[in-house]
Antibody, heavy 119, light 110 residues
């Protein structure tokens, strides 16, 4: 049973870089595609992007210029970096994966980590 | 981007009664392989979304058979044959045909 746990600073200052880690247990990061999804308070879910350890990656056009995702096979972790953050990036950030459909049909989710952007 | 529209923000249901949630996409989600590339999720308060239905009509592992997904092309429906207390929460549809993946705005079942 794959388990995911997001971690990172709960507070980030405007214009700085948000860095989150998704720790994977019960499976290898080499196995699946890893996706990031966020949900601003009281708003809709938003897909950020995905990455595979092979290097295959894609991200939302609205965030592409600011997003960087990495897979660390030695630590069995996935990371997300989002640069030049603003208050609009305040959200619950989820790491998710799928054993069903690559990079979609997310049947495994972390519990999420709340990130606030504020000075 | 494909826009997913859930026209009902709220749905009042009574335990034991059926419920139906609709979702429309701005373009067809029917793939040439015959599958409709739409998933359904339930999000309970304080929890991450839970996958209920994938590829239009396939129940995810562990999901009770009172949940079913139907529809094709641009119109989709999630049905609950008999609502139970644990089914209350927000239901989202999501298209997985093309990136960026996009979600519906959610229907709160209460």
């Amino acid at each position: 049973q794959v388990q995911l746990q997001e971690s990172g600073p709960g507070l980030v200052k405007p214009s700085e870089t948000l860095s989150l880690t998704c720790s994977v247990s019960g499976g290898s990061v080499r196995t699946f595609y890893w996706s990031w999804i966020r949900q601003p308070p009281g708003k809709d879910l938003e897909w950020i992007g995905y990455i595979h350890y092979s290097g295959s990656t894609d991200s939302s056009p609205s965030l592409k210029s600011r997003v960087n995702m990495l897979v660390d096979t030695s630590k069995n972790q996935v990371s997300l970096r989002l640069s030049s953050v603003t208050a609009a990036d305040t959200a619950m950030y989820y790491c998710a994966t799928s054993a069903i459909v690559p990079a979609a049909s997310f049947d495994y989710w972390g519990r999420g980590t709340l990130v606030s952007v504020s000075s | 981007d494909i826009v997913m529209t859930q026209s009902s923000l709220y749905l009042a249901v009574t335990p034991g009664e059926p419920a139906s949630i609709s979702c429309k996409s701005s373009q067809s989600l029917l793939h040439s392989n015959g599958y409709n590339y739409v998933d359904w999720f339930l999000q309970r308060p304080g929890q991450p979304p839970q996958l209920l239905i994938y590829l239009g009509s396939h129940r995810a592992s562990g999901v009770p058979d009172r949940f079913s997904g139907s529809g094709s092309g641009t119109d989709f429906t999630l049905k609950i044959s008999s609502v139970e207390s644990e089914d209350f929460g927000v239901y989202f549809c999501m298209q997985i045909l093309q990136t960026p993946l996009t979600f519906g705005g959610g229907t709160k079942v209460e």
